[in-house]
Structure formats: C-alpha cells, structure tokens
C-alpha cells in the first residue's frame, strides 16, 4: 500500500528566501507525482505535474523533482513571497491506478 | 484545464438531516471522484463517480451513507446522509485530464459542519 509522508508538518521563512517542501513515498512503482497548493477552507490548486519518465518540471519560481528510486520529490519555491503562504500537498498515483494518495501537507507561512 | 464548480460552498446541517452536493464540470471527463477532507488531515477519496452506473466506493465508505449520481458525463452529485458531527468536512470532487495526463483538477470544495 502507498504511503506519502510529507516533512516538515509546518514552515515558516522570511519573504524573499528560497525554499524546499519534501515528499516521499513508499512504492516507487508510480505513475505521476502531483504537488497542490491549498488554501485554508478552500479546494486545492494544481502547481506541478511529474510524469514517471520524467525529473523534474518548473513553472514560474516553482521547480518539482522527482526521483523514484529513492521515493522522494522535492518542491522549490524561489525567492517567497507572503501570497505563498498555504498548504502544499504531493500526491501520486501508481500503475494501474487512477486513484491518488495524498500526503498529510505542509503549511508554508511567508514572513513579510 | 477543467473548470469544476461546487455548490454549496459551505452549510450548516443539524443532525440527522441529510445534504446533497453538486459538482459540474465545463467538460467532458471520463473520470470523476469525490474526497473527503476532515479537519486538519489530508484528503481521503470516498468513491469513484462512474457514469451510467454505481459508484465505486473505497474501503470504509458506503452507499447508504454517501450515495452518488453521475447522470452524465460533465455533473455529478454526493449526498452525505444522516449526518452526524463526525461527518464535518470539507468534500471535494475532482476530475481527471481528458487528455490522459493523469493530472487531476478539484472544485472549491463544500464545507459543511454538522451541529
């Protein structure tokens, strides 16, 4: 059974530094990796898409890697700013399987 | 990407009262789902909306409580029954890419909190 963990729980940085949100996953027999952002009471926002052919993926001051054979990707957000602040959920879905696991999140505040 | 919209955005129900969400998409999708998402934890899928047929329901999850109606390919309902405080959650639907990326898009999700 896949399990996604997400590290840390919570981060708070000053605006304008750089900064990474950590995934893993347990089976690396995934299909895609997906990072949401998620704003409070709010539905979530798909940012980045990873197929499983694929390293990473960038949009804007967002990069996502991918590597499967350690289960991990990481989420890079350049130069933060408060609009930032939310909660970043990964989730993947593996072969065979449309259906997605989510990780437990992290909750990024941005300092002004 | 698909355009998802939710109603109700939120509501407060009294116990035992049931609530029915409506989740419409701009598209056409093969592939809908419904999550649930309590408070302060990740998302948990509840079912697979399957057109034309009964939903697919995961582990722990049944049609008595939640069912669903998929009438067609672009809207879809999930009724939450004989609510209790413990079914206080924000539900979500969400829609799979039509163009077989595997990216999944949500609505904006409906709140509810049962008194």
């Known amino acids: 059974k896949q399990e996604v963990t997400q590290i840390p729980a919570a981060l708070s940085v000053p605006e304008g530094e750089n900064l990474v949100l950590n995934c893993s996953f347990t089976?690396?027999?995934?299909?895609?990796l997906q990072w949401f952002r998620q704003d409070p009471g709010k539905g979530l926002t798909s940012l980045l898409l990873?197929?499983?052919?694929?390293r990473e993926q960038t949009s804007g001051r967002l990069n996502a890697s991918l590597d499967k054979s350690s289960g991990r990707s990481t989420l890079y957000i350049a130069a933060s700013q408060p609009g930032d602040s939310a909660t970043y959920l990964c989730?993947?879905?593996?072969?065979?399987?449309?259906?997605?696991?989510f990780g437990t999140g992290t909750r990024l505040t941005i300092i002004p | 990407s698909a355009v998802i919209s939710q109603k109700p955005s939120r509501d407060i129900c009294q116990r035992g009262t049931s609530l029915t969400i409506q989740c419409q998409v701009d598209?056409?999708?093969?592939?809908m789902f419904w999550y649930r998402q309590q408070p302060g934890q990740s998302l948990t899928l509840i079912a697979t909306?399957?057109?034309?047929?009964?939903?697919?329901?995961e582990s722990g999850f049944v049609i008595d409580k939640f069912p669903i109606s998929r009438p067609n390919l672009t809207f879809s309902t999930l009724t939450v029954s004989n609510m209790s405080p413990e079914d206080s959650s924000i539900y979500l639907c969400?829609?799979?890419?039509?163009?077989?990326?595997?990216?999944?898009?949500f609505g904006e999700g409906s709140r509810l909190t049962v008194l």
């Open positions: 990873i197929q499983s052919s694929q």
């Open positions: 598209s056409q999708v093969t592939m």
């Open positions: 909306a399957n057109q034309g047929s009964e939903a697919t329901y």
């Open positions: 989730a993947v879905s593996n072969f065979g399987n449309e259906k997605l696991t």
């Open positions: 969400s829609v799979l890419d039509g163009y077989n990326t595997g990216e999944l898009f």
């Open positions: 089976d690396s027999a995934i299909y895609n």
